[in-house]
C-alpha cells in the first residue's frame, strides 16, 4: 500500500494497525466535497504564481475527470487508501504524473478534512431542513382538517384542559421550527474557509484566502490556524442540533404512541405505518414511532461521544478528530429516515373527532368554573377551593359540571347565575382563551397560517 507518508519509513504499515486508522471505508461520502476543495486549491496556487498554467490545467482537467467518474460510477470511490484525499491523489498522479503530485503543496491533510466536512454539511444540512418542512407541512394539513374539534391537553399525563387538537399539532410544530433555525444555525457556524492553515502553523505560499472563501462560497476566513486545525465546533453543532430533533420526534411519536393507543383512540394511524404481532392476531402495533423513539438515543449517544471525544484534545489536529464524521453521517441518515417515517405517519393519521371531544369535557373544565367565579368578583384562591370541593362532590356521585342543574350550581354558591350552563362547556373553554399563544381558535387559526406562510415562502404554496 503506498501512502502519502510512506517516505519517513522503512517497513511497511502492519496492515491490522494501517487497516484501524483507515478512513476511507466512511469518508468515501467528502468525494464530491474533496474534489470541489481541491479544485479550488489548484486555481489558488496558480493564482499566487505556486502552479505554473499548464500544471494548473493538467491538474483541474483531470480533477474534473475524477469527478465524473465518481459521479456516474460511485462503487469506483473505493480502494485500498488511507483516506478519500489519499484516493483523489493516486487518481490525479495516475492520470497526469508529477503534475499531480505538486497540487498538495502548501496544504494539509488537516485543513483539507475540514474544510471537506464544512462543505458537506453546507450541502446536506438543506436536505435535512426540506425533511423538517414536509413534516411541517403534514401537521399543518392534519390542523386544518381537524377544524374546530377538541381534545384534551395533559399536564402530569392527566387530563388539564381541553384545546383544539390543531393546537395540539401545531405545539409539536413549534419544536420542528427552531430545529430547522438550529440546523441553520449549525450551517453557519461551518461557514468558514480553513485553508491556508497548513499543517497548523499557516502556509508558505501567498494563497489568497479571501479569494479562495469567496470561490468556494464561504463568508468568512478563520481566524486561527492552531484552532483551525482542530476546530469541529460546527460538528458540535450539528450533532446538537440532530440530537434536539430527534428528542422532538420522540415526543411526538411518543404522543402519537398514547393518542392512536386503545386506551385514548384520538386517532387512528393508517394500516400502512402498523405492524401485526406474530401471535397475538389482533395486534396493530405502531412500530416506527417506537422505532424513532429508540433511535433517539442513538443520536444523542452521537452528540455525547463526540463531545467526550473532543474533551482531552491537546491543540493542533489530533487523528481523534477523525471519528467527526461517522458521527456526522450517522446522526444525518438516522435524523433523514426518522423525519421521512413520521411524516408519513402523520400525513395519514385519522382523528376520532368523537373520542377526542368525550375526553376534553367534564371535569377538565374545573378551571373554568373557578374562572367564572372570579368573573363574579370571588378572589380566585377562594374560586380554586370550591370548586375543589364541588370536583370532590361530583368524583363521588360519578357525575361532572355538565350534569348540575341551576338549583345544584347555586347550593355551592349564588354567584352561578343561569349563564353558568352555556359558559362551562369544552368549546367556550377554549373560546375564553385570550393570549396569542393560546388553544383560543382565532389565535389558533393565525397561528396555522403563519406556517403555512413560511412554508411557502420555501416551497411554494401547496
Ligand atoms: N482521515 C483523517 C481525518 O479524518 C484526515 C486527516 C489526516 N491527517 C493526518 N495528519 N493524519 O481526520
Not at 519509513?9 to 476543495?37: I, W
Not at 375526553?359 to 372570579?374: K, N
Not at 348540575?404 to 349563564?419: A, K, N, T, V
Request: aromatic content about 6%.
Amino acid at each position: 500500500m503506498s501512502t502519502l507518508w510512506s517516505g519517513r519509513f522503512d517497513t511497511e504499515p502492519n496492515a491490522a494497525v494501517f487497516e484501524f486508522g483507515a478512513s476511507f471505508r466512511f469518508d468515501r461520502r467528502l468525494f464530491e466535497d474533496d474534489v470541489t476543495g481541491s479544485l479550488a486549491w489548484a486555481e489558488a496556487l496558480a493564482n499566487a504564481g505556486v502552479l505554473s498554467k499548464a500544471d494548473a490545467d493538467a491538474i483541474i482537467g483531470a480533477l474534473h475527470g475524477i469527478a465524473e467518474r465518481g459521479r456516474t460510477d460511485p462503487a469506483w470511490v473505493s480502494g485500498p487508501d488511507e483516506d478519500v484525499h489519499s484516493f483523489v491523489e493516486r487518481q490525479l498522479v495516475e492520470r497526469i504524473g508529477d503534475a499531480g503530485k505538486r497540487l498538495h503543496t502548501g496544504r494539509s491533510r488537516n485543513e483539507q478534512v475540514s474544510l471537506d466536512l464544512r462543505l458537506y454539511l453546507r450541502r446536506r444540512i438543506p436536505l435535512l431542513q426540506a425533511a423538517i418542512r414536509r413534516l411541517l407541512r403534514a401537521l399543518a394539513s392534519r390542523a386544518a382538517a381537524a377544524g374546530d374539534a377538541c381534545m384534551p391537553a395533559y399536564t402530569h399525563l392527566r387530563r388539564a384542559q381541553p384545546v383544539l387538537v390543531a393546537h395540539f399539532l401545531l405545539a409539536h410544530a413549534a419544536a420542528l421550527r427552531r430545529d430547522h433555525e438550529r440546523l441553520a444555525a449549525a450551517a453557519a457556524e461551518a461557514d468558514a474557509l480553513p485553508l491556508g492553515s497548513g499543517a497548523v502553523a499557516g502556509t508558505n505560499y501567498a494563497v489568497d484566502t479571501a479569494w479562495l472563501a469567496a470561490r468556494l462560497g464561504f463568508s468568512r476566513v478563520v481566524a486561527n490556524s492552531i484552532d483551525a486545525s482542530s476546530d469541529r465546533d460546527f460538528v458540535s453543532a450539528f450533532l446538537h442540533a440532530a440530537s434536539l430533533a430527534m428528542v422532538h420526534l420522540s415526543r411526538i411519536c411518543e404522543d402519537i404512541i398514547v393518542f392512536a393507543g386503545e386506551e385514548a383512540g384520538f386517532f387512528e394511524l393508517s394500516d400502512a405505518v402498523s405492524t401485526g404481532s406474530s401471535m397475538m392476531p389482533q395486534k396493530k402495533n405502531p412500530d416506527p414511532l417506537e422505532l424513532v423513539r429508540g433511535k433517539t438515543g442513538r443520536v444523542v449517544g452521537r452528540l455525547t461521544g463526540w463531545l467526550t471525544t473532543m474533551k482531552g484534545l491537546p491543540s493542533g489536529y489530533n487523528k481523534d478528530l477523525q471519528e467527526d464524521k461517522e458521527a456526522v453521517f450517522d446522526a444525518e441518515d438516522t435524523l433523514a429516515g426518522s423525519l421521512e417515517s413520521v411524516s408519513v405517519v402523520v400525513e395519514g393519521l385519522v382523528l376520532n373527532r368523537e373520542r377526542a371531544a368525550a375526553a376534553a369535557s367534564g371535569l377538565l373544565l374545573a378551571t373554568d368554573v373557578a374562572d367564572y367565579l372570579v368573573g363574579k368578583g370571588l378572589p380566585f384562591r377562594r374560586a380554586h377551593e370550591l370548586v375543589g370541593l364541588m370536583t370532590r362532590r361530583l368524583l363521588e356521585a360519578g357525575r361532572d359540571f355538565a350534569s348540575l342543574s341551576i338549583e345544584e350550581w347555586q347550593q355551592y354558591s349564588e354567584l352561578f347565575g343561569p349563564d353558568v350552563v352555556a359558559r362551562i362547556t369544552t368549546r367556550a373553554s377554549v373560546e375564553a382563551r385570550q393570549t396569542p399563544q393560546s388553544t383560543q381558535p382565532a389565535a389558533v387559526a393565525a397561528a396555522l397560517r403563519e406556517l403555512q406562510g413560511w412554508l411557502d415562502g420555501f416551497d411554494g404554496p401547496r
